[in-house]
T-cell receptor
Framework: EAEVAQSPRYKITEKSQAVAFWCDPI?????LYWYRQILGQGPELLVQ????????DSQLPKDRFSAERLKGVDSTLKIQPAELGDSAMYLC??????????????FGEGSRLTVL | AQKVTQAQTEISVVEKEDVTLDCVYE???????LFWYKQPPSGELVFLIR??????QNEISGRYSWNFQKSTSSFNFTITASQVVDSAVYFC????????????FGKGNQVVVIP
């Protein structure tokens, strides 16, 4: 069964260091999402791509976070410099649709970040 | 703005008991979609059910059932005859109908099924 792949599964870093997460969506899925999930909370959308274009990055802290999906397939989320408050699970999801709010999102297992 | 509230934080049940999770939502849209997702300890969010705002028919799918009441903005979810494998965090979510599939999640309910 096709899956959304994410790496690394776990990352421990010191504050002020740079960190990057990678996501490979299900083949053929046009839409890719990055969500952040703080412990004990529900996921919150950071950025959404439609193919290689950013559709929504209104909740992305752009002073330290960046995301790209250069060829419209896999994606990288970067944090530089990391802060203590960035400790969270970073979830990637994809969906086949081009919008419409009706579709099911397929999530990866997430990348858990701990900032010391 | 959309908002999803899941009041209970942790619910413990003995295996084979039923467990009901409450979800209350807020939206200005007349057309929207509601979801329940399951997050096991592995971390991956798994889609369980979806319901659109025009369909208030309550259904049963295996051991899962849901009660959607538009009049009270509630979308409750029941697991019948719970099993240990049902232990997970369950999230209720709401999405905008047009545009981008953006989901607004509640805080989740931790369900612990005791053998």
């Amino acid at each position: 069964e096709a899956e959304v792949a994410q790496s690394p599964r776990y990352k421990i870093t010191e504050k002020s260091q740079a960190v990057a997460f990678w996501c490979d969506p299900i083949s053929g899925h046009a839409t890719l999402y990055w969500y952040r999930q703080i412990l004990g909370q529900g996921p919150e959308l950071l950025v959404q791509f439609q193919d290689e274009s950013v559709v929504d990055d209104s909740q992305l802290p752009k002073d330290r976070f960046s995301a790209e999906r250069l060829k419209g397939v896999d994606s990288t989320l970067k944090i530089q410099p990391a802060e203590l408050g960035d400790s969270a699970m970073y979830l990637c999801a994809s969906s086949p649709g081009t919008g419409g709010g009706t579709g099911e999102l397929f999530f990866g297992e997430g990348s858990r970040l701990t900032v010391l | 703005a959309q908002k999803v509230t899941q009041a209970q934080t942790e619910i413990s049940v003995v295996e084979k008991e039923d467990v009901t999770l409450d979800c209350v939502y807020e939206t200005r849209d007349t057309t929207y979609y509601l979801f329940w997702y399951k997050q096991p300890p592995s971390g991956e969010l798994v889609f369980l059910i979806r319901r659109n705002s025009f369909d208030e028919q309550n259904e049963i799918s295996g051991r899962y059932s849901w009660n959607f009441q538009k009049s009270t903005s509630s979308f409750n979810f029941t697991i019948t005859a719970s099993q240990v494998v049902d232990s997970a965090v369950y999230f209720c979510a709401l999405s905008e109908p047009w545009g981008n599939n953006r989901l607004a999640f509640g805080k989740g309910n931790q369900v612990v099924v005791i053998p």
